[in-house]
T-cell receptor, first 118, second 114 residues
Framework: GAVVSQHPSWVICKSGTSVKIECRSL??????MFWYRQFPKQSLMLMAT?????????EQGVEKDKFLINHASLTLSTLTVTSAHPEDSSFYIC??????????????FGPGTRLTVL | AQSVAQPEDQVNVAEGNPLTVKCTYS??????LFWYVQYPNRGLQFLLK??????LVKGSYGFEAEFNKSQTSFHLKKPSALVSDSALYFC????????????FGAGTRLAVHP
């Protein structure tokens, strides 16, 4: 099946710094990628939808200036948490939509990135 | 608006017994329905999906789910639980016609005891 990777798998940073998380589709082209946030023992909340070559669409309540999303190629989307604060600590999961290069049309999820802001 | 409800925070079952994890949904039109499993500190793994066709959907690792339109339910089932099935299970609904913007339920923790 299609594989999505995330890097890094975990990161610890100081308050006020920025952190970039990468999401890659390894064996298919993803015109659409999604970024989710998951708090401990809670469900996934969609943060934004990222389309290759265009601006991301953010869900209500998600600060677009704080969570910068770039989808520069068909296999890479990045999420940058700017001026991170402890309340941004969370598990961030990306998914990529395969629209047919592998004969499928569904979302494939990355393994997640755990961000801890001190 | 779409929504998904998983009424049980946790389900406990003995190894070898059948298991059911419940899910109900609310969506206009014909929904796309999914089940995913999550192990600690890992992303989601796809189990199965319902788009159209047979109401009983068979998926990975021996799991299956039954789509019931009249009850707007999509319960996950397995005839014989394994200890290794212990994990967090999420039901999700997608809008008719596409896989965008999946809405996830709150999740149900399945604990299978030896």
């Amino acid at each position: 099946g299609a594989v999505v990777s995330q890097h890094p798998s975990w990161v610890i940073c100081k308050s006020g710094t920025s952190v970039k998380i990468e999401c890659r589709s390894l064996d298919f082209q993803a015109t659409t990628m999604f970024w989710y946030r998951q708090f401990p023992k809670q469900s996934l909340m969609l943060m934004a939808t990222s389309n290759e070559g265009s601006k991301a669409t953010y869900e209500q309540g998600v600060e677009k200036d704080k969570f910068l999303i770039n989808h520069a190629s068909l296999t890479l989307s990045t999420l940058t948490v700017t001026s991170a604060h402890p309340e941004d600590s969370s598990f961030y999961i990306c998914s990529a939509r395969d629209r047919g290069t592998s004969g499928l049309d569904e979302q494939f999820f990355g393994p997640g990135t755990r961000l801890t802001v001190l | 608006a779409q929504s998904v409800a998983q009424p049980e925070d946790q389900v406990n079952v003995a190894e070898g017994n059948p298991l059911t994890v419940k899910c109900t949904y609310s969506v206009s039109g014909n929904p796309y329905l999914f089940w995913y499993v999550q192990y600690p500190n890992r992303g989601l793994q796809f189990l199965l999906k319902y788009i159209t066709g047979d109401n009983l959907v068979k998926g990975s690792y021996g799991f299956e789910a039954e789509f019931n339109k009249s009850q707007t339910s999509f319960h996950l089932k397995k005839p014989s639980a394994l200890v290794s099935d212990s994990a967090l299970y999420f039901c999700a609904v997608g809008p008719p016609g596409g896989y965008n913007k999946l809405i996830f339920g709150a999740g149900t923790r399945l604990a299978v005891h030896p």
